[in-house]
């Protein structure tokens, strides 16, 4: 008996012991290796989004001294090479060459120097002094929070930053395809943790066109381009015709939003991804908006705004048009709304049950964003029609569908 119970306990050990090595071998992501000389750089990918990391910590500057130490202050090189790992990449189309690098431990610093391969001898004419960078950033961050990230950005104002107190950024580069590039990074603790390489790029698109107004009147509007984080990247002011026109650098497989703005018109937005634009020369110049006039008591289909499938969860692509919405309540306090959800249930009978529930929950969540935003709750009113109102009685496509699952704003007149 006390024999079957001690193996019974041994067996219980191990299969404990197997256990914990099994889950725990996940807990940390794997390293990726280092290469501390330039004629051993490790090759970055050519795909027009890249990230190489984390990477083991690197050790001094390898074999061959590749950076030669600097006694005065330099914009163009490093004082010395201490612990470095060298990259190169080439490149995969015109743009501008975007690069973060994030250390894994925030303590640490790291500098970097990107330069422009010249030929076979590039490695040995650099060992020489014989190149000058093409950006670098040389200095450390004297934030107290938050993690180090130095690079390449677009919005930066110097390609070359030296040591000392400083900017995190230099300025993005313009690159042509098929150019090849050597970063060298430079972890100025020699008892670092590691970092990650980020590569990307932004291409350079036109937009332009007119805005009018519901009765083809043109509207001076105000159109800008944000992105994702609601940070602008480019704003234009139509003139007395209605129409536009601006450049903007935008990065490949991301979404960005064009708004349109007037004082006394609703809001209208549109998503923009670069895709779109490969077969127009990455230039639209024809797009054409209607800005209806805003007045209390009428009601406006909110676009722009769709939720997770089978959830009343905001996609987060809804965030551009309800920040305009925001905006526009923020800057007209007079102004007070009524959000309506409405959804496609033609099984259901129409505003009650289910459906009434799931326009409601629609409602509320957009109701709940603008409270997020600043919107006093007391100036909006969140309400469901269910399926009552629906663009498409019988629904033949999931683009009838979707426009029956909608959000409309309602001005409130000043009696209600």
Not at 53 to 75: E, N, S, W
Not at 175 to 191: F, Q, R, S, W
Not at 216 to 242: F, H, Q, Y
Request: hydrophobic share 35%.
């Amino acid at each position: 008996m006390t024999r079957n119970c001690t193996c019974i306990f041994i067996f219980s050990l191990f299969f404990l012991y197997c256990f914990s090595q099994k889950h725990t071998s996940h807990s940390t992501p794997a390293t990726l290796p280092v290469a501390p000389d330039c004629k051993n750089a490790i090759k970055l990918s050519s795909a027009k989004k890249a990230i190489y990391g984390p990477t083991v910590a690197p050790k001094g500057f390898g074999k061959v001294l590749d950076i030669k130490a600097c006694d005065k202050q330099d914009i163009f090189t490093f004082k010395k090479e201490r612990n470095s790992a060298w990259y190169y990449f080439i490149v995969p189309d015109d743009g501008d060459v975007i690069v973060e690098i994030t250390p894994v431990n925030p303590r640490n610093d790291y500098d970097f120097m990107l330069f422009k391969w010249t030929d076979s001898c590039f490695c040995d004419n650099l060992k020489q002094s014989y190149l000058l960078p093409a950006r670098t950033n040389l200095s450390h961050s004297d934030k107290k929070q938050g993690v180090p990230v130095t690079g390449l950005a677009a919005d930066a104002e110097s390609g070359f930053v030296a040591e000392g107190v400083g900017e995190e950024f230099s300025k993005s580069l313009t690159v042509k395809k098929g150019e090849k590039y050597y970063l060298a990074v430079d972890n100025v603790h020699p008892k670092g943790d590691g970092h990650t390489v980020k590569l990307y790029y932004l291409k350079e698109i036109t937009l332009g066109g007119i805005v009018t107004d519901e009765k083809k009147r043109p509207v001076e509007a105000t159109v800008w381009l944000e992105d994702m984080n609601e940070k602008i990247i480019s704003a234009v002011k139509c003139g007395a015709d209605g129409k536009y026109t601006f450049k903007a650098k935008i990065k490949d497989d991301e979404y960005y939003t064009l708004l349109y703005t007037s004082d006394s018109s609703f809001t209208e937005c549109r998503q923009i991804i670069l895709s779109d634009f490969v077969k127009t020369n990455y230039a639209q110049k024809e797009l054409r908006t209607t800005l209806l006039k805003l007045v209390k008591g009428n009601k406006y289909k909110f676009s722009g705004i769709s939720f997770q499938k089978g959830t009343v969860r905001l996609l987060p692509s809804s965030y551009p048009a309800l920040n305009t919405l925001a905006r526009l309540l923020l800057k007209s306090k007079d102004l007070r709304i009524q959000i309506e959800g409405h959804i496609n249930n033609p099984l259901v009978a129409a505003n009650t049950g289910s459906d009434k529930i799931l326009g409601e929950d629609m409602a509320k969540e957009v109701y709940n964003y603008l409270i997020m935003k600043g919107v006093a709750n007391r100036r909006m009113i969140p309400v469901s029609y269910g399926s009552l109102y629906m663009l498409y009685e019988k629904p033949k496509s999931l683009e009838e569908i979707e426009a029956n699952n909608r959000i409309e704003i309602f001005f409130l007149p000043d009696n209600k």
